[in-house]
Antibody
Framework: EVQLVESGGGLVQTGGSLRLSCAAS????????MSWVRQAPGKGLEWVAN????????YYVDSVEGRFTISRDNAKNSLYLQMNSLRAEDTAVYYC????????????WGQGTLVTVSS | EVVLTQSPATLSLSPGERATLSCRAS??????LAWYQQKPGQAPRLLIY???NRATGIPARFSGSGSGTDFTLTISSLEPEDFAVYYC?????FGQGTRLEIK
């Protein structure tokens, strides 16, 4: 059974940093692109970043480029999102997802972890 | 950047009725469109990919159609558990969602 479990969310001050983790199981982790998608309270979904199975390629939404870094450790079946210089508008539930096919479709999602950025 | 516009914003129907949700793209997408269902407090669930292919375990009452710029998600006969928010997605772009509520 495919499982994705996020952790690392919490309350952080504006300008601070946080590192999210996503533990994967039930599939060959290194064979899949992985992504982070976020959802601000009461709002819709926003794609944040993705990373190739071997970590050789990464992509980001413009609003986080230069502040967030997506990475993975295939030996640990884990995905990460390092978030620096956090802003109030980064407040959201962050979901990790397994990407299927070639068009950024997430066929499995974690339960999400809440990041709250406050001054 | 592709803009996806979903309509209606809210759809009020009764169990047993047919639901038709629309997603219009600002430029042609070929058939690369996905649909997700999200219930309160839960992660999104993939329903349809490549416009018309049901994901694993998705009931046959869910179907997708369309190509180019106009896409439709149809639920043939609503079950109580189908009332939720539905999002379309093309690559890194999501629509704003359609809320399907009980009438």
């Amino acid at each position: 059974e495919v499982q994705l479990v996020e952790s690392g969310g919490g309350l952080v001050q504006t300008g601070g940093s946080l590192r999210l983790s996503c533990a994967a199981s039930g599939f060959t982790f290194s064979s899949y692109w992985m992504s982070w998608v976020r959802q601000a309270p009461g709002k819709g979904l926003e794609w944040v970043a993705n990373i190739a199975g071997d970590g050789s390629a990464t992509y980001y939404v413009d609003s986080v480029e230069g502040r967030f870094t997506i990475s993975r450790d295939n030996a640990k079946n884990s995905l990460y999102l390092q978030m620096n210089s956090l802003r109030a508008e980064d407040t959201a539930v962050y979901y990790c997802g397994r990407v299927t096919g070639g068009h950024d479709v997430n066929d499995y999602w974690g339960q999400g972890t809440l990041v709250t950025v406050s001054s | 950047e592709v803009v996806l516009t979903q309509s209606p914003a809210t759809l009020s129907l009764s169990p047993g009725e047919r639901a038709t949700l629309s997603c219009r793209a600002s430029q042609s997408l070929s058939s690369f469109l996905a649909w997700y269902q999200q219930k309160p407090g839960q992660a999104p669930r993939l329903l349809i990919y490549d416009a018309s292919n049901r994901a694993t375990g998705i009931p046959a009452r869910f179907s997708g159609s369309g190509s180019g710029t106009d896409f439709t998600l149809t639920i043939s006969s609503l079950e109580p558990e189908d009332f939720a928010v539905y999002y379309c997605q093309q690559r890194r772009n999501f629509g704003q969602g359609t809320r399907l509520e009980i009438k």
